[in-house]
Antibody, heavy 116, light 112 residues
Framework: VQLVQSGAEVKKPGSSVKVSCKASGGTFSNDAITWVRQAPGQGLEWMGRIIPILGLANYAQKFQGRVTITADESTSTAYMELSSLRSEDTAVYYC??????????WGQGTLVTVSS | QSALTQPASVSGSPGQSITISCTGSSSDIAGYNYVSWYQQHPGKAPKLMIY???NRPSGVSNRFSGSKPGNTASLTISGLQAEDEAEYYCSSYTTRTSGVYVFGSGTKVTVL
């Protein structure tokens, strides 16, 4: 299974962005889909995850109230929506599947640029 | 500020072995066997190298190995090769309020 993400986005401060992640060549397993972001020149940051079969999502405290992760099992697609965007949200956003408690495979990444 | 601490850089000559440390607490590394390691080359997505402390995914070289003595996890790369030059991140399940999982700060591995 490969994870294929939607294309790059340019957004204005205060707006929202919704990034998709589609399982290609297979379907979602019972495992979680995790979202991770990486600001330019910075490290990896865990944002949250969803277990599609349960529809249960967990979020990092830092993003609580601003991020919503959903999944559509019928299309094997997960979504990450981030609202109230600010310049510090400029980053590459990755989705990843699960191999036990590891993150695998990874999507190709989606660059989100927040600029006025 | 990452919850897991890694050295900023580690270097070694081809053929040598190097070890990258990842220090946490009883809320993460010391409390659970859910440590994973990722390799990231510039401009590329991360790649899972080790999961659940010691397990290697299919296709990952056996030159990569993981361990976890106490509240510090370690990734060892033996027989260092030029293509191992990359950024490496650890991750762990956590019961801190910050989230379900947390990443380390990252370590740049340089092959001399």
């Amino acid at each position: 299974v490969q994870l294929v993400q939607s294309g790059a986005e340019v957004k204005k401060p205060g707006s929202s962005v919704k990034v998709s992640c589609k399982a290609s060549g297979g379907t979602f397993s019972n495992d979680a889909i995790t979202w991770v972001r990486q600001a330019p020149g910075q490290g990896l940051e865990w944002m949250g995850r969803i277990i599609p079969i349960l529809g249960l999502a967990n979020y990092a405290q830092k993003f609580q109230g601003r991020v919503t992760i959903t999944a559509d099992e019928s299309t094997s697609t997960a979504y990450m929506e981030l609202s109230s965007l600010r310049s510090e949200d400029t980053a590459v956003y990755y989705c990843a599947g699960a191999l036990d408690n590891g993150f695998d495979p990874w999507g190709q990444g989606t660059l989100v640029t927040v600029s006025s | 500020q990452s919850a897991l601490t890694q050295p900023a850089s580690v270097s070694g000559s081809p053929g040598q072995s190097i070890t990258i440390s990842c220090t946490g607490s009883s809320s993460d590394i010391a409390g659970y066997n859910y440590v994973s390691w990722y390799q990231q080359h510039p401009g590329k997505a991360p790649k899972l190298m080790i999961y659940d402390v010691t397990n290697r995914p299919s296709g990952v070289s056996n030159r990569f190995s993981g361990s976890k003595p106490g509240n510090t996890a370690s990734l060892t790369i033996s027989g260092l090769q030029a293509e191992d030059e990359a950024e490496y991140y650890c991750s762990s399940y956590t019961t801190r309020t910050s989230g379900v999982y947390v990443f380390g700060s990252g370590t740049k591995v340089t092959v001399l």
